[in-house]
């Protein structure tokens, strides 16, 4: 497994070896072992897997806040995606900054969020799949958006003229000056 750390503490990149021949490969894409030698120990509970038809589709920025706070690791199952982190840890030296990489079945890496970021996607292909784990169960009550497009985080999302698909809940999302973080680094 290469890991990598990224500009963002904490923030980690990650992609599994393929052991591939004619038939295919063969990834180990999560080896607790393997991670607690780097001093990676999350205990992950529950895992998560989404289907967004179009080019375009956008999903967050999400959270869950505590107690049920959760940190991820995020892969891309089928298709291609910009899969977004940002840093919303208060005294964090890295507050309010965002970190993007290109996540697609084809290049293999995957995105370790640790709690204490909002995370979010574009689909860069028709029918990508995401596919990730949480270190919590869902919690509706601790569950939490901020807009995608918020002009004080400044994510640059790669498709421009393209028509996006956004949840009602996500084009309703707060803005990033109105969200008062729950988070402590």
Not at 43 to 62: E, I, K, M, P, Y
Not at 79 to 96: E, F, I, N
Request: glycine letters at 10%; aromatic letters at 12%.
């Amino acid at each position: 497994m290469d890991i990598k750390n990224t500009e963002i503490g904490d923030l980690i990149l990650l992609t599994p070896k393929r052991f591939g021949d004619e038939r295919g490969f063969f990834s180990e894409s999560w080896n607790r072992k393997t991670l607690a030698d780097a001093g990676i120990d999350i205990d992950f509970v529950q895992d998560n897997h989404s289907l967004s038809r179009a080019v375009g589709t956008v999903r967050g920025l999400h959270f869950q806040s505590p107690p049920h706070a959760q940190a991820k690791l995020v892969r891309c199952g089928r298709g291609r995606l910009l899969d977004v982190a940002v840093d919303v840890r208060k005294g964090s030296p890295t507050y309010g900054q965002w970190f993007g990489v290109e996540l697609s079945f084809e290049n293999g890496k995957q995105l370790l969020i640790p709690a204490g970021f909002l995370h979010g996607f574009m689909t860069l292909e028709p029918d990508t799949e995401i596919v990730y784990k949480c270190s919590d169960y869902y919690a509706p009550e601790c569950d939490g958006s901020v807009r995608f497009d918020d002009p004080d985080i400044g994510i640059e999302w790669p498709l421009s003229g393209v028509e996006l698909t956004i949840s009602a809940k996500d084009r309703e999302a707060q803005s990033f000056a109105d969200f008062e973080s729950p988070f402590t680094y």
